[in-house]
Antibody, heavy 120, light 108 residues
């Protein structure tokens, strides 16, 4: 069935960078946008941005501009989210989620989440 | 940025009862680009409703969404034990897409 499988949990030091992968299966990777959403412990959901896997075009939330980069490898149907200059405030579960378009049918399939802990 | 405010914060009900969850936007959400998600502990969110009132694939018909403009509602007609979870609304009309803070639906 349609799946998004994310890379495993990570522990990072403040100031380091993070790269999370999201491997897709059982659908055409370039037909759906990929969004990234994070959730701090016990908190709500925060949208970080999207990538259009077909064109490589991106749209980032302003608060992450300059610190986030979303890329993709169409040959293996995988999306990536890289976040730099990490601080303890970036400790969260990071999710990828697909959508048909920026104003499509919302996020119908989600990855299982990747727990990122930022600690010295 | 569109701010979404959900109410109540916690809703205590019994199985078989009707649940009504509210989501209010700080400005109009055009074309009803409003979604509802259910999240259980340790799991990713699950899409329930998109475009304010369209049920996602596989979602039971006891879940329904309504509303337009700035006021939206998720209704669960008869609560089943598996419905007790946290529910988030989300607008995807304008960037940054934003989520409400969530309503926890707990067993009374």
């Amino acid at each position: 069935q349609v799946q998004l499988v994310q890379s495993g949990a990570e522990v990072k030091k403040p100031g380091a960078s993070l790269k999370v992968s999201c491997k897709t299966s059982e659908y055409t990777f370039t037909d759906y946008y990929m969004h990234w959403v994070r959730q701090a412990p016990g908190q709500g959901l925060e949208w970080m941005g999207w990538i259009n896997p077909s064109s490589g075009g991106t749209n980032y939330a302003q608060r992450f501009q300059g610190r986030v980069s979303m890329t993709r490898d169409t040959s293996i149907g995988t999306a990536y989210m890289e976040l730099s200059r990490l601080s303890s405030d970036d400790t969260a579960v990071y999710f990828c989620a697909r959508d048909t378009s920026p104003r499509g049918t919302a996020f119908d399939i989600w990855g299982q989440g990747t727990l990122v802990t930022v600690s010295s | 940025e569109i701010v979404l405010t959900q109410s109540p914060g916690t809703l205590s009900l019994s199985p078989g009862e009707r649940a009504t969850l509210s989501c209010r936007a700080s400005q109009s959400v055009s074309s009803s680009y409003l979604a509802w998600y259910q999240q259980k502990p340790g799991q990713a969110p699950r899409l329930l409703i998109y475009r304010a009132s369209s049920r996602a694939t596989g979602v039971p018909d006891r879940f329904s969404g309504s509303g337009s403009g700035t006021d939206f509602t998720l209704t669960v007609s008869r609560l089943e034990p598996e419905d007790f979870a946290v529910y988030f609304c989300q607008q995807y009309d304008s960037s940054p897409y934003t989520f409400g803070q969530g309503t926890k639906l707990e067993i009374k």
